[in-house]
């Protein structure tokens, strides 16, 4: 064999602390290697120029480069070997830089590591034979997974775009927390009315199959070709036949069921349409709290109902979708906030969220868009917003800004002065991060048109005072002096986690999350909406805060992506993917048990047992190999020998 | 059950009646506390506020002490005698800062130093909500009380392991246990001033004025405390209290050791009451009218 070393400085970022010259100069010496040099940036046009001309001039047939980590640079290497004829496969990576130069500073140590990692690297080429792809077809629809603004976009781009979507959402109708908003910042639109006519267009538009009330039960298959079960959790309401007249709800006597849509400022019935604009409009009853389902008796929405929609007997129903892309739009929830004990842990009734106040402000909201105090009825007159409740707070484990907590309280103390003209909005901030398009300005006007105080500092305490007020204790950290406010109601502003449930479709999705459960992208920087699983894709506030325009923004780009994607009618395998030896297999079954993919049957052959890897399955995660007691089953480009033979070449240097 | 005691200087001076009545109802709920034999002041805040090491070693005699007594318990009524001798155990881990300290002792203080709690949450542990409710003979019905844990029973959490740091409810669940409405007192563990009281007198007046119009917006018969000092700035300073917020309270403030000796039947010379500076006559008449009132009934 006749391989060919290069020994990237990426300018200082390895040339700073790796002698690559040096290095270069001892992998001269490694076993078939007859060229090694040290170019200064080789992934650049001139450095992959060098690496073809060096394979016509050596007549290389396998290249190593040592240089960052694989994660970067290996598909860009492997289509310059491949353009100088050789095998994509005859190519190996040393990670010099992410292993070494960026993480120590001896530059003797250094060049002696980096001289190891490239020692493994050539003695692994040496045992590397070409591999070969092979093409199978894609299936041409998407999966959205989420119905809020984010997924409502990347669901009408991609239908727009010629592709069929399902788009599957947990709760009984699209929107999101959009649809709770009353009005939106900087532009003071009212939220319903910019989205809402996405919501119809979602539920018109022919390549778009809605299934609301439903949820991803489970994941199999690859990129092009997944299989989805969705439960559709049974609504108790056949909404082919129901009009979504609401007669029901408003019939129904149950009126003390807690409702999540309007985060609970004030009950609902047991039968319930989410709100005016819902799509679908559409009857869900609540089993928790049906009188018929719970105690048998009662049966009020089934003789009201003009169409005889309702159904008690209706179960959960599982559908299966085969799809070839999927995007995860599962937005947010809310922190636990109880866990404050000195803001009352929940206690005190006119201590709320700030989701609570733009359903209390929204007209179409349980008080018809009038601000009153939950406890009393009353109308506020001094509010007090307290910022990061919940966010920037590493006592509780959160330690990161949740974005736009800045931006919708001063939104808020804007509208409740239009609301209510003669009353005092107080703001408690820590910084106002307001980092947007008009955004500044904005929060300018908060306080300069709309006569909001302002009050640098953290809320340490409220409290009842016993007459019917709330005492608020703070700090003014610019006056330097404790604050205390006699409030009639306290807004939080509570910080955002993932969306509850994010960790376990994250499992199924075989996608990472971080520690409050946001999803990661591929690259922080330059693959933003994708993730480490092929065609998978995530858009919105999933993957970490985000405003609205920002959210459709990453919804349009998901869509971008999967139209990209399955543009093509095919798609190259992986051939990095196990086989067995049938010689040395004995049929135990261990590596059909370990494989999480499902990828590795046992079948029948001339009437004798055997194993089968299913090729467009495996994912070459490698389990299977380490599991296999006989060594019978190998993963191509990382077998037993090669790994041995790495370790060997470490050992001995 | 045998608790080693720890009274900590207060009980022998200004908390008389927190001892007297601490030790009657433990005698009444068959507890007996040894008291630790040749204890000494545990430096209170002029000792830690100079020296942690002079600090530690004033505790670590008391601690040597009852380990050498055998105890692998002590428990002690004042929470900031509770939070030196804590803090103590805690910094002795550290070698260096045990070697100054064993410098100043006479002998090195033992490893083996006892677990160290407050006398109502020893109570707690051995005596459960039920027992506790069998031994009442005189329910506090009819009484609406507040419990004030101060800001050192259950601060720093870590250290203190007493309940919510923010919220504790332990005093709320034995006294609802003995029959009394008890309510929500949101500034249960905000601080009274503390020893600010001598130095800086003004504080102590807004911190405890601020604590004292609460209770009495509430309509409290009386606050119910579990700390000496706080006990001092909100009973015998309550004067001061009322000059600064121009209002008069008139608030008992009971240790809850005579809120729990009055439901166990204990006659009021064992609780101390006389030692109260805003007198509680008026809170024991409504008790007494309630109960008149339900047996009547």
């Known amino acids: ?653 | 059950m045998n608790f080693t005691y720890y009274p900590g200087c207060s009980a022998h001076g200004s908390s008389l009646d927190y001892e007297l009545s601490t030790q009657a109802v433990c005698q009444a709920l068959d507890i007996t506390l040894t008291e630790l034999a040749d204890w000494n002041c545990c430096g209170s805040t002029p000792a830690h506020a100079t020296s942690h090491e002079l600090s530690a070693a004033l505790c670590a005699r008391n601690l040597d002490l009852a380990a050498q007594a055998g105890a692998d318990l002590l428990v002690t009524p004042c929470p900031s005698c509770l939070s030196n001798l804590l803090a103590t155990k805690e910094r002795l881990q550290d070698v260096q800062f045990k070697h100054k300290v064993d410098a100043l002792l006479d002998a090195p203080c033992a490893s083996n130093l006892p677990r160290v709690t407050s006398v109502v949450q020893a109570i707690a542990e051995v005596i459960s909500l039920e027992e506790l409710k069998a031994k009442i003979k005189k329910p506090l019905s009819g009484l609406k009380l507040a419990a004030y844990y101060g800001c050192l029973m259950s601060r720093p959490a870590e250290r203190m392991h007493f309940e919510d740091p923010e919220n504790p409810m332990l005093l709320e669940r034995m006294l609802t246990a003995c029959g009394a409405e008890m309510v929500d007192f949101p500034l249960k563990t905000a601080c009274c001033g503390a020893a600010f009281g001598i130095p800086k007198r003004p504080l102590t007046q807004v911190n405890s004025a601020k604590i004292l119009t609460l209770a009495a917006n509430l309509q409290v018969d009386a606050l119910v405390v579990a700390c000496p000092l706080c006990q001092m700035n909100l009973d015998l300073r309550q004067g001061q209290a009322e000059r600064y917020s121009k209002r008069k309270f008139n608030l008992p403030i009971l240790y809850y050791s005579q809120v729990l000796g009055l439901a166990l039947g204990l006659p009021k010379e064992q609780l101390g009451l006389h030692k109260l500076v805003v007198s509680c006559q008026p809170m024991l008449n409504k008790w007494a009218q309630a109960q008149s009132i339900a047996e009547g009934a």
């Open chain 1, 1 to 653: 064999m006749r391989i060919g070393v290069f020994i990237c400085h990426c300018g200082s970022n390895i040339g700073g602390t790796v002698d690559c010259a040096e290095v270069a100069k001892r992998a001269a010496a490694m076993p078939d290697v007859v060229y090694a040099t040290d170019p200064m940036y080789t992934c650049a046009e001139p450095g992959q120029a060098a690496i073809e001309e060096a394979i016509h001039t050596h007549a290389l047939d396998g290249v190593v480069v040592a240089s960052c980590s694989p994660r970067m640079h290996e598909p860009t290497f492997r289509r310059t070997v491949e353009r100088a004829g050789l095998n994509p496969f005859m190519f190996e990576m040393a990670n010099i830089r992410e292993h070494v130069s960026w993480i120590g500073k001896d530059v003797e140590l250094n060049t002696h590591k980096a001289t190891e990692l490239v020692g493994m690297a050539v003695e692994k080429l040496r045992r590397n034979v070409p591999l070969h792809s092979q093409e199978f077809p894609v299936i041409k629809r998407v999966l959205v997974i989420g119905g809020g603004v984010a997924g409502i976009q990347a669901a009408l781009d991609c239908a727009d775009g010629g592709l069929d979507v399902v788009l599957v959402e947990r709760e009984a109708t699209i929107g999101g927390k959009m649809a709770k908003l009353d009005k939106t910042f900087p532009t003071v639109d009212c939220s319903a009315c910019i989205l809402g006519p996405k919501m119809v267009d979602c539920a018109q538009h022919p390549k778009i199959t809605l299934y609301a009330q439903s949820e991803v039960e489970d994941i199999g298959g690859y990129v092009g070709n997944f299989q989805v079960k969705i439960k559709k959790r049974a609504t108790y309401v056949d909404w082919h036949k129901c009009t979504g007249c609401g007669t029901c709800m408003e019939k129904c006597p149950k009126k003390d069921v807690p409702d999540r849509f309007n985060e609970g400022v004030a009950p609902t019935k047991a039968i319930t349409i989410a709100f005016p604009q819902a799509i679908p409009k559409k009857a869900v009853i609540n089993p928790d709290y049906c009188r018929q389902l719970t105690q048998g008796k009662c049966g009020v929405c089934a003789k009201v109902c003009p169409t005889k929609a309702i159904q008690y007997d209706m179960v959960d129903e599982i559908v299966t979708e085969e799809v070839g892309a999927i995007v995860a739009a599962t937005g947010y929830d809310l922190v636990d906030w109880h866990v404050y004990q000195e803001y009352g842990g929940g206690r005190y009734p006119d201590v709320i969220t700030s989701l609570a106040y733009e359903r209390l402000m929204n007209a179409s909201g349980p008080t018809g868009g009038h601000i009153v105090r939950p406890s009393d009825g009353r109308e506020p007159k001094t509010i007090v917003f307290v910022q990061c409740v919940g966010s920037r707070d590493p006592s509780i484990g959160r330690p990161g800004c949740s974005g736009f907590c800045c931006m919708y309280t001063a939104k808020q103390a804007i509208l409740t002065k239009e609301h209510i003209p003669d009353s005092k909005s107080y703001v408690f901030y820590m910084d106002i991060r307001a980092a947007g398009k008009m955004y500044d300005e904005f929060t300018r006007r908060a306080m300069e048109e709309y006569g909001t105080d302002y009050i640098r500092g953290r809320v340490s305490m409220i409290y009842p005072d016993g007459q019917g007020q709330l005492t608020v204790l703070g700090m003014d950290t610019l006056l330097g002096q404790q604050i205390e406010i006699k409030a009639d109601l306290v807004v939080l502003a509570v910080g955002i986690e993932a969306s509850h449930g994010a960790k376990e479709l994250a499992e199924k999705l075989r996608i990472s999350y971080d520690s409050a459960g946001f999803f990661l992208e591929s690259h922080v920087k330059l693959k933003p909406v994708e993730t480490n699983t092929a065609g998978v894709f995530v858009a919105g506030v999933c993957q970490g805060t985000k405003d609205i325009p920002a959210s459709v923004a990453q919804g349009s780009a998901c869509a971008a992506k999967v139209l990209g994607l399955l543009a093509k009618d095919t798609l190259s395998s992986n051939p990095q993917i196990a086989s067995v030896n049938t010689l040395r297999c004995v049929v135990c079954g261990k590596c059909v048990q370990t494989c999480p993919f499902g990828a590795i049957k046992q079948v029948e052959e001339r009437g004798r047992p055997q194993i089968r890897v299913i090729e467009t399955m495996c994912q070459g995660c490698g389990l299977c190999t380490s599991t296999c007691p006989q060594g019978a089953i190998q993963l191509a480009h990382a077998t037993d020998n090669q790994i041995l033979a790495e370790v060997n070449a470490l050992c001995q240097m």
